[in-house]
């Protein structure tokens, strides 16, 4: 199987802390992972495409500087939301992609439901 | 830049109906598309993936089709459950990795 998990799957924090997010491959590795976010009866909208050992590609509009991701592994990659704020609250989901299988064997995470007080 | 929709938003059937949810995209210039499957709070599963040289995938219940050319795909639920309530999403991937997804049909299935 392909297993990817998110942790935590939901957070609660105070406006202008940060809040970390990991995506973990379990069973394979991934050197290429995306994040995504999505808000209430939205689609899922593409944040940025994490390569491990380089610096994550971010999608037009989204804060690189807000929005920290590090691939440090072939098993990780994390999401840091820094100096949040209510209008950061949303779904965040992940995908990895399995080893060579190429970009059709995206495998999703359970995402991580975040709330910004 | 590819822009999916889906229609209906929503969708309320009684159980063992047939339905067909539909999805449409703007650039026909496909690698692929995919239907996921959505539930409440939780991650995706993928049901089905048509190559963009294909016109239809098959599993089990659920069937769908491609039209390139005229940007259009649906996904053809047989015999409803209560069991297929969720949110059902179409994607398309036009180039490198990352999917273009549709905002979704919620379906909600009465017994």
């Known amino acids: 199987g392909a297993v990817v998990s998110q942790h935590p799957s939901w957070v609660i924090c105070k406006s202008g802390t940060s809040v970390k997010i990991e995506c973990r491959s379990l069973d394979f590795q991934a050197t290429t992972m995306f994040w995504y976010r999505q808000f209430p009866k939205q689609s899922l909208m593409l944040m940025a495409t994490?390569?491990?050992?380089?610096?994550?590609?971010?999608e037009q509009g989204v804060e690189k500087d807000k929005f920290l991701i590090n691939h440090a592994s072939l098993t990780l990659s994390t999401l840091t939301v820094t100096s949040a704020h209510p209008e950061d609250s949303s779904f965040y989901i992940c995908?990895?992609?399995?080893?060579?299988?190429?970009?059709?064997?995206?495998?999703f995470g359970p995402g991580t439901r975040l709330t910004v007080l | 830049k590819q822009e999916v929709t889906q229609i209906p938003a929503a969708l309320s059937v009684p159980e063992g109906e047939n339905l067909v949810l539909n999805c449409s995209f703007t650039d026909s210039a496909i690698y692929n598309l995919q239907w996921f499957r959505q539930d409440p709070g939780k991650g995706l599963t993928s049901l089905l993936l048509?190559?963009?040289?294909?016109r239809e995938q098959t599993s089990g219940r659920l069937n769908a089709s491609l039209d390139k050319s005229s940007g259009r795909s649906t996904l053809y639920i047989a015999a409803s459950q209560p069991g297929d309530s969720a949110t059902y999403l179409c994607?398309?991937?036009?180039?490198?990795?990352?999917?273009?997804f549709g905002k979704g049909t919620s379906l909600l299935v009465t017994p």
């Open positions: 994607a398309v991937r036009d180039s490198g990795y990352a999917l273009n």
């Open positions: 995908s990895a992609v399995k080893g060579a299988g190429g970009p059709d064997t995206q495998y």
């Open positions: 048509i190559q963009s040289s294909q």
């Open positions: 994490s390569n491990e050992g380089s610096k994550a590609t971010y």
